[in-house]
């Protein structure tokens, strides 16, 4: 008997649920339109619109509004190389000695730059725009035949961030011809200390040979994210009355 009720209850539940299931709707059509919101919509503001926002703008400008650099032109990250693709693993080299490190390169990635520098006063707003993630700077050791692997990796995906001395060759289907770093061929005998972000140390963004790595050293406080790097930085050119610049040097080269 109590079998026959659990067969019963069982046998209701599944009939509710195929009732719940099913839905007297059905989609008839779909269209779509496109909104562009520019500057016609400041010449008619909505007063009541603003008065609400002013407290909550007020807050959020005086947090992205202070300025902490000068950018010496325009900059935005493309493939296979770019100023600001560039700037950004050269950065992550400036900041290696706060870490007590002495890395030989460096690699960012050009899937995690999110906005363009333009020239002028950068505020920290627009860093973050630049860094918008909790990715963190790490450090970390490779071999050199998993170097060359990375370096495979990267001509496969048409090219990513890497810093000064690194020389790459690669072909416009995504194969590597050539790795060189400051002049000197990879050796695969050798090991190569690296600095990127903790994102890519666990082979993310498809560059899985730094899964391979050794003596790994990734702090995890806040202040070590990448935009406070960044932000670092641009400060410290500022303070001496610099601007920040950056340009593409051939460190990454398609070839027929």
């Known amino acids: 008997m109590i079998n026959r009720r659990i067969l019963n209850v069982s046998l209701l539940a599944v009939a509710f649920a195929a009732v719940a299931c099913k839905s007297s709707y059905q989609l008839t059509n779909v269209s779509r339109t ?18 609400f926002l002013a407290p909550y703008k007020h807050k959020v400008d005086s947090v992205m509004g202070p300025v902490v650099g000068i950018a010496a032109h325009d900059m935005a990250a493309r493939r296979p190389e770019s100023d600001l693709s560039n700037l950004l693993p050269d950065i992550l080299m400036w900041a290696a000695k706060d870490y007590g490190e002495k890395p030989q390169f460096a690699v960012y990635n050009v899937g995690g730059i999110r906005a363009a520098l333009t020239k002028g006063m950068v505020t920290y707003g627009d860093v973050l725009d630049i860094a918008p993630f909790e990715n963190k700077i790490c450090f970390l050791t490779l071999t050199g035949d998993r170097v060359t692997e990375l370096f495979e990796q990267i001509a496969h995906r048409g090219g990513e961030g890497v810093s000064h001395g690194v020389e790459l060759t690669i072909t416009g289907d995504g194969k590597l011809r050539s790795a060189r770093l400051n002049g000197q061929p990879i050796d695969p005998r050798k090991t190569y200390r690296i600095a990127t972000i903790d994102y890519l140390a666990q082979g993310n963004d498809g560059m899985r040979a730094f899964r391979e790595h050794t003596n790994l050293n990734s702090p995890q406080e806040a202040s070590n994210n ?23 040097e051939g460190r990454i080269r398609i070839v027929n």
């Open 226 to 248: 990448t935009r406070f790097i960044i932000i670092d930085y641009f400060k410290a050119l500022y303070e001496q009355g610099l601007e920040v610049d950056a340009k593409t």
């Open 34 to 51: 496109r909104l562009v919101v520019d500057a016609r919509y400041d010449v008619q503001p909505d007063q009541q619109a603003e008065a």
